[in-house]
């Protein structure tokens, strides 16, 4: 059974940082993908970043040079957040899943697996 545990939330002044961690477990996939999710009340869940087996990271436009996503070998994962904006407020969530792979190259999407979420609160 997949298990994926978020942790690192809480309320901020606007430009301070936090990092979220997200512990997996029972995940078994060799060619996988990891995310950070967001949602805040009203809208829409955001992809925030994604990472995959050999590393590679995408972003938001939103978030991009301002936060890092990061693993270990164990599947666990990572939230580096700098810069914290009021607009960054939201549920955070980590997912996990497999990674696509098409003839233009591996993608990921198609979550499978989600924590339960982390509280970030960002105050100007």
């Known amino acids: 059974q997949v298990r994926l545990v978020e942790s690192g939330g809480g309320s901020v002044q606007s430009g301070e940082s936090l990092r979220l961690s997200c512990a997996v477990s029972?995940?078994?996939?060799?060619?996988?993908?990891l995310a950070w999710f967001r949602q805040a009340p009203g809208k829409e869940r955001e992809e925030v970043a994604t990472i995959d087996t050999d590393g590679t990271t995408n972003y938001a436009d939103s978030v991009q040079g301002r936060f890092t996503i990061s693993q270990n070998s164990a599947k666990n994962v990572w939230l580096q957040m700098n810069s914290l904006k009021p607009e960054d407020t939201a549920m955070y969530y980590c997912?996990?899943?497999?990674?696509?792979?098409?003839?233009?190259?591996?993608?990921?999407?198609?979550?499978?697996?989600w924590g339960q979420g982390t509280q970030v609160t960002v105050s100007s």
């Open positions: 029972g995940f078994t996939f060799t060619s996988y993908c």
């Open positions: 997912a996990a899943g497999g990674r696509r792979w098409d003839p233009s190259g591996y993608s990921c999407g198609g979550f499978s697996s």
